[in-house]
């Protein structure tokens, strides 16, 4: 069957979070006087934020738990004294600053522009969607996009293969034409692999990737596929 829908994630996907993020950081550090650098504590962070994603996935901690304990932990591990009081300024500062940078990954446009006059394009991600929307909507990619999933609008998260059915649903969209595009190994093609949609593999990370799904290093490159 011909594919007519494509679902794309969105953050480490389109929306370059790792750029976004730190220049976040940057804002809320500076807000509220942390005196700490700014490399060290990214340093940490960023492998303690994929923990709790991880976690988050599987219902292992809740919204909040992420949001508190990724910033708690990091100060721990640097043995840096911040208040609960602090933190959760900061978790919440976070939260308001983060879609007010907008980096895409090179080529997100291009793809975007080029797929929009041959597929329905859709969204699914993990992320809250308070967040994302306004992440689409300020970096000027809603426009390319007609149903956003997020994991909270359907109770479950990728790679819970009711977030995908919901999704299909969503959309209208049968298996057999659809893909999913997204960097999680686990959440995004695994999940949707199993369930029955096509897969590309964002792998921006040159990762070692053991089947023979189709796995792209850039995101013009998807263009070999569709």
């Known amino acids: 069957m011909e594919t007519t829908h494509i679902f794309f994630d969105l953050d480490h996907t389109l929306w370059d979070f790792e750029k976004n993020s730190a220049l976040t950081f940057e804002k809320i550090f500076e807000l509220n006087k942390i ?8 340093n940490y962070y960023q492998g303690i934020n994929l923990k709790y994603w991880r976690l988050y996935r599987v219902d292992k901690v809740t919204k909040e738990q992420l949001r508190y304990g990724r910033l708690n932990d990091t100060f721990k591990i640097l043995r840096v ?13 976070y939260i308001t600053y983060l879609s007010t940078f907008n980096y895409l990954f090179e080529g997100t446009h291009e793809l975007l522009t080029y797929l929009k006059t041959k597929y329905k394009l859709h969204i699914i991600t993990n992320g ?3 967040v994302q929307n306004k992440k689409l909507e300020n970096s000027g990619i809603r426009k390319y996009f007609d149903q956003i999933i997020t994991s909270e609008e359907v109770g479950v998260k990728k790679p819970n293969p009711k977030v995908f059915k919901y999704a299909l649903q969503k959309a209208n969209a049968l298996k057999a034409e659809s893909f999913m595009i997204g960097d999680s190994w686990e959440a ?9 949609l096509k897969v590309i593999y964002c792998n921006f990370e ?3 990737v053991g089947e023979s799904v189709p796995s792209v290093s850039n995101l013009l490159e998807i263009k070999n596929y569709l």
């Open 188 to 196: 995004d093609i695994m999940g949707a692999k199993n369930y029955g």
């Open 206 to 208: 040159n990762n070692a």
């Open 81 to 93: 004294s911040v208040s609960d009081e602090v933190i959760y300024k900061l978790s919440e500062d």
């Open 128 to 130: 809250f969607n308070e």
């Open 35 to 42: 005196p700490l650098s700014l490399e060290k504590f990214l």
